[in-house]
């Protein structure tokens, strides 16, 4: 690490003291705190993910960019300075280092994070539902695909967000060479849905199978690797009648010459109106139990990553 990202970068003592020992870690993106939830569910839900995480045994790493910094595990101040402050900006590779020099607070999305939890030593990162290709003409094109194609860090989520073209997404990773991992399932899910026609490349099991086969790609450092968790049964929604609600909105953003950085929360907020919050309930629960199979995750790659190093160590 160079001395100017070793200074951008202030982790918390229980982080440090995690990551020196090789403990579990997992880190968890702030964009839902700052921009994808009203408060106070945000900032209830930041301090659930976080605990849900500590529960399964590792160390929780939200990341946020303040006072010309990169924070990686955040106070609780930090967390409802995030949830209730109106100005917050929402980072990606392309302003971060704009936004450090500024000094000003930041949340991080995908890209972002993932960017910041490797340069932490950060192996596991959990999220909602990562950015993808845009329906259209193929030219809108998530940060975030970028970012797994060139930073190697295991992202645990649900696939990529419901709005999003999937089968174009899927199409891009595989040309970009980035593994994807289904929890106990042979299918991409679709965020909201547990199906969506789409295969990974390996089915895993459990969360030993899991830290197997991420630690043999991570260890080549060339790219990312996607674990796509379905969302839970009893919150996930039905995928043709998902289509019929994406479709609606998409027609009405069009209708009202929505476009820009204004599309995605125009779309999310006119998927919560037609499916009378189901939606959002369904996003909550995914979320969660991304942390939850992250944190599981976390804990048998650091305990295979021990083991190796006993070994290592006796012969």
Same mark, same amino acid.
């Given at each position: 690490?160079?001395? =100017? @990202?070793?200074?951008?970068? %202030?982790? =918390?003592?229980?982080? &440090? ?19 994808? /939830? ?15 995480? #500590? !529960? ?14 990169? $924070?990686?595990?955040? !106070?609780?101040?930090?967390?409802? %300075? ?11 590779? #392309? ?7 500024? &000094?000003?607070?930041?949340?991080? +999305? ?16 959990a999220t ?19 970012? @797994? ?14 709005? @999003? ?12 060479g980035v593994?994807? @991992? ?11 849905? %547990?199906?969506?026609? &789409?295969?990974?490349? #390996?089915?895993?099991?459990?969360? +030993?199978?899991?830290?197997? /086969? ?32 994406v479709q ?25 109106? %037609?499916?009378?919050? #189901? ?16 944190? $599981? ?12 190093? &006993? ?5």
């Open positions: 690490m160079n001395k =100017s @990202l070793h200074e951008a970068l %202030r982790m =918390s003592e229980e982080l &440090r003291a995690a990551l020196a020992e090789g403990k579990p870690v997992v880190a968890l993106e702030s964009t839902v705190i700052s921009h994808g /939830l009203p408060y106070p569910q945000n900032l209830a839900l930041a301090r659930e993910m976080e605990q849900i995480v #500590r !529960d399964g045994g590792a160390t929780p790493a939200t990341i946020a960019l303040a006072e010309g910094q990169l $924070q990686i595990g955040l !106070d609780d101040s930090l967390l409802e %300075r995030l949830a209730t402050e109106a100005h917050v900006a929402k980072i990606s590779l #392309r302003n971060l280092g704009l936004v450090l020099a500024d &000094r000003a607070l930041g949340a991080t +999305t995908v890209a972002a994070t993932m960017w910041a939890a490797q340069a932490a030593g950060i192996a596991i990162f909602g539902g990562i950015g993808g290709v845009h329906p259209g003409d193929g030219m809108d094109i998530s940060a975030d695909l970028p970012a @797994l194609a060139t930073i190697p860090v295991c992202v645990v989520s649900s696939g990529a967000k419901a709005i @999003l073209d999937l089968p174009r997404t899927c199409e891009w990773l595989e040309s970009w593994p994807l @991992l289904g929890w106990q399932s042979d299918e991409m899910p679709a965020f909201y849905s %547990r199906t969506s026609g &789409r295969y990974v490349d #390996r089915r895993v099991e459990d969360a +030993t199978a899991a830290a197997r /086969l991420i630690d043999a790609h991570l260890a080549l450092g060339r790219s990312g690797i996607l674990l796509a968790v379905p969302p839970p049964p009893e919150t996930a929604l039905e995928a043709t009648q998902m289509q019929r609600w609606a909105a998409q027609r009405e953003a069009m209708a009202r010459n929505v476009s820009g950085s204004e599309l995605t929360p125009f779309l999310l907020g006119e998927l919560a109106t %037609r499916s009378e919050g #189901r939606t959002l309930q369904s996003n909550l629960a995914l979320l969660k139990n991304n942390a939850r199979v992250a944190a $599981q995750v976390a804990t048998a790659l650091a305990f295979k990553r021990s083991a190796h190093e &006993r070994a290592n160590a006796r012969s």
